[in-house]
């Protein structure tokens, strides 16, 4: 017989504009990479997910759209400069996988893919994250103290997400009462 909940949302996950416009046709919501820029969210997925969910007769508006940027934050300045640069090692990984180099088309960095991967190929995984620049770390992630986090998160994704899913650094996981905090100004207007 029928189960207790017919309509189970179904999310999945897209960096590819033909993932993005199946999910607005057919699902409830889309889950980013978090190689997927703010920008590149906004101007490449979202479209996307729009044309899928317009074949469908529904609206942009009707899918949730979940972003999981790269965080590099932390109590302070100094902080903020190591998990900067811890940063760079992942999205350097992940800015090697072909399978996103979409995302760096889009910012115009298609050498610094074709670069990161000959690198990994070659095993140079520690060369790989000085090729990461502040600016192009800055697209990806929120880097901030912990003081400005909420602001700046709510201002780079605005028009890109609907809703984020946060991967919390354990150092401020284990701050119960600043967590909170910056929770609850993320749920303000």
């Known amino acids: 017989g029928p189960i207790a909940c017919p309509e189970i949302p179904i999310y999945i996950a897209a960096v590819n504009t033909y993932n993005a416009k199946v999910c607005g046709e057919l699902c409830a919501g889309l889950r980013a990479h978090p190689v997927a820029t703010f920008a590149y969210s906004r101007d490449v997925l979202m479209p996307a997910i729009e044309e899928g969910a317009t ?40 800015a090697s996988t072909r399978s996103y180099h979409a995302v760096l088309r889009h910012h115009g960095w298609e050498d610094l893919g074709a670069k990161l991967h000959a690198l990994s190929v070659q095993g ?58 910056m929770v609850r100004q993320l749920h303000e207007a």
């Not at 942009?60 to 940063?87: C, M």
């Open 55 to 94: 074949r469908a007769g529904r609206r942009l508006e009707d899918v949730d759209i979940v972003g999981s940027p790269f965080l590099a934050i932390a109590a302070d300045e100094a902080g903020v400069a190591e998990a900067r640069q811890a940063l760079k090692q992942q999205v350097s990984f992940y």
């Open 124 to 181: 140079k995984w520690t060369e790989m994250p000085q090729q990461i620049t502040d600016d192009m770390l800055d697209e990806w992630a929120i880097v901030s103290t912990y003081d400005e986090f909420p602001a700046r998160l709510k201002a780079r994704a605005a028009g890109a997400f609907t809703s984020v899913l946060l991967d919390i650094p354990k150092a401020l996981r284990q701050d119960e009462d600043r967590l909170a905090d």
